[in-house]
């Protein structure tokens, strides 16, 4: 039988109120909805349905100040957004110690649960995917946007049957190394290989097929992307960084030769930039730069 045979109308659909066919004030149209009903002509609102579409607060605890969500948020990072269920081991609910009966049945369901989590080969492959570029992601300290981003491309490049005939942790790595050239941030490839599961050659080579096939927004790797963190792993002050940072900035606005490699790779010349200002900080004397 069709929905429409049984419900008339949908939950917020507007449509014609049969009991208020015309406005009281003005003999206008009605139109109902979700929230109220109200005449279009003259705005009068007629009925009133006080539906609170906000997020669903609770207070598991005696603390009043405590208010917690029914659960967590969808997120792409999980292979089923994060809506899976997880059966628990000592406690209940309650904090209550669980008798060992009750331990060893939910071990049985726990068992039962982990081979039931995929439903295909597909879904596996994408949960150890998603679980490369989550492990490399929070390695590298990445932000959860960008750690977002490098799962969705993972994704994304799975749609695409990308991942036929190529390791998983390949592209895992350079989904994450994507994300990072897509946002300008300062990271190498030798980093992110240095984290893998798989040489440096196959990271540059998913990266490649993952530039070509998805046509990805790459940016060239600037040199003000590493001044950040080289300040930070020397221990410079603030005014050398911002120094060194406004100085790099205008080398990539006037000279373009770091692009092309002339003035050696991005990560040298912003370790010239900081060598430079914290020599004329520091009376002459250059901190030692391990890169």
């Known amino acids: 039988m069709a929905t429409r045979e049984i419900y008339g109308q949908t939950f917020d659909e507007d449509v014609s109120s049969d009991r208020t066919p015309t406005c009281a004030e003005c003999g206008g149209q009605v139109r109902t909805n979700s929230i109220e009903t109200a005449c279009e002509d003259c705005g009068l609102i007629i009925d009133e349905q006080p539906i609170d579409h906000g997020p669903d607060w609770r207070n598991p605890t005696d603390h009043a100040d405590s208010q917690k969500r029914v659960g967590p948020p969808r997120t792409v990072a999980r292979h089923d957004n994060g809506l899976s269920t997880e059966i628990g081991r000592w406690r209940d609910g309650n904090g209550n110690q669980l008798a ?22 597909a879904e596996r492959n994408l949960a150890h995917g998603l679980g490369e570029v989550r492990r490399i992601a929070s390695a590298l ?17 799975q749609n695409e049957d990308l991942l036929r005939g190529r390791s998983i942790e390949a592209i895992a790595a350079g989904s994450v190394y994507s994300a990072c050239r897509c946002n300008g941030i300062g990271r190498t490839i030798e980093e992110i290989a240095a984290l893998a599961r798989v040489n440096q050659q196959r990271v540059m080579n998913a990266y490649k097929v993952l530039n070509q096939e998805l046509g990805l927004p790459t940016q060239p790797i600037r040199p003000s992307g590493f001044v950040p963190r080289l300040a930070s792993k020397l221990g410079v002050s603030d005014q050398v960084r911002h120094r060194a940072q406004r100085l790099a900035e ?42």
């Open 250 to 291: 205008h080398s990539e606005t006037v000279d373009k030769t770091w692009v092309s490699g002339h003035l050696g790779s991005p990560q040298r010349v912003s370790t010239r930039q900081v060598r430079n200002v914290a020599s004329c900080s520091h009376n002459g004397k250059s901190p030692m730069l391990q890169m």
């Open 141 to 157: 300290g990445l932000s959860e946007s960008i750690r977002n981003q490098a799962c969705q491309l993972f994704r994304s490049a």
């Open 100 to 121: 060992g009966s009750k331990r060893g049945r939910l071990s049985r369901m726990r068992r039962e649960h982990s081979r039931g989590r995929f439903g295909s080969k």
